[in-house]
Every structure is written in structure tokens, then in C-alpha cells.
């Protein structure tokens, strides 16, 4: 019997009932119980807090609100063009278009491209469509869009829409 008890473990630094060691000092009892306690729960529930705070980083820093692609620009097709066919020096005419835009409600109007010379309106319609998995079945037209322009001197003022396919709407109107 002898030979067993040598082999058990001996206590060591044995301390009085209510004081614990902190590095300050002593710590009551309970306050140090309960550090223990702290410790020893995120200890032997690692995996019980790691996969919340894992999951909370990946939420608020792997996904976005905005669409991973920007929307696709391209040229709308005008169909025809309405205005008034004669203006004076300092007025201003407002051109409409017409065309089709897209055939669903992810396709809309970008905006208007244009050059202006003394006698002369170059003007590109721009269209987008938004990378949507779902899109409205809608057509969506340009209907009647408005172009303003000044005109600046007297004579015939020509106005070039540019199409999709390269070719050109052309339309004019005199300036007295």
C-alpha cells in the first residue's frame, strides 16, 4: 500500500479557504470561481461562439447589397424623331424621339450623347440593362423623350440621330 501512495500527486502551494492569487494581490473566493468559470466555458465550448462570430465577419464583410456587375450600356434604336420645322436665331426646339428601349423592365433610358456644331446636331441615344436574375415582362420605350437644343445661326440646321447598326436618322429644319 506504501508503494501506491508514493505514486499519487502531491498538492502543492495548498492555499487558505477565500484567497486566491491575482496579479495585484489576492482575489476574493467568488470573483476568481467565477474567472475560472469564464475560462473554463470558452475553453470547452470553443466551437460554440467561434461559428457565430465566423458567421457575423462573413455576413457584414463577403456579401454586398449592390450587384456584383454593372449595368450594360448600348445604343438605342430611335424610330423616328418629332420636332417644329422652322425656328428663329435663340430659339430653342425641343426634338422627341421615339424607339424601343428593351424588352423587359431591366432595360431603361441611360441618357444622350451628343455634338453640336453651328448648323449641325449629332446625337446618340444611350440605353442600360441591369444584370437582374428576374426582370418585369414589360416593353419600355423612349416615349417621347426630349432633346433641347439652341439654335445659333440662320440657315438649314440638320439633325443626325445615330443608330445601333451604324446607319444614321437624319431629319432638318430652317433657322430664320
Not at 502543492?12 to 467568488?30: D, F, K, S
Not at 475553453?43 to 454586398?64: A, D, E, H, Q
Request: glycine share 8%; with cysteine; proline share 6%.
Amino acid at each position: 500500500m506504501r508503494a501506491l501512495e508514493s505514486f499519487r500527486p502531491k498538492r502543492r502551494n495548498v492555499r487558505p479557504h477565500g484567497v486566491y492569487p491575482n496579479e495585484g494581490g489576492r482575489l476574493p473566493a467568488q470573483r476568481y470561481a467565477s474567472l475560472v468559470c469564464l475560462i473554463h466555458i470558452l475553453k470547452g465550448n470553443r466551437m460554440k461562439w467561434i461559428y457565430p462570430v465566423l458567421l457575423s465577419i462573413t455576413l457584414l464583410f463577403g456579401c454586398s447589397t449592390e450587384p456584383d456587375k454593372q449595368p450594360i450600356q448600348f445604343i438605342v434604336k430611335v424610330d423616328s424623331i418629332s420636332h417644329q420645322s422652322f425656328g428663329a436665331t435663340g430659339d430653342t426646339i425641343t426634338i422627341h424621339l421615339f424607339g424601343t428601349i428593351g424588352p423587359d423592365g431591366c432595360h431603361s433610358f441611360c441618357r444622350f450623347e451628343d455634338i453640336k456644331k453651328p448648323l449641325q446636331l449629332d446625337l446618340t441615344v444611350w440605353g442600360q440593362r441591369t444584370q437582374n436574375s428576374v426582370c418585369p415582362d414589360v416593353m419600355v420605350y423612349l416615349n417621347d423623350k426630349q432633346y433641347n437644343v439652341v439654335l445659333t445661326q440662320q440657315g438649314w440646321y440638320f439633325i443626325n440621330i445615330h443608330q445601333p447598326d451604324g446607319s444614321i436618322l437624319r431629319d432638318s429644319l430652317i433657322v430664320k
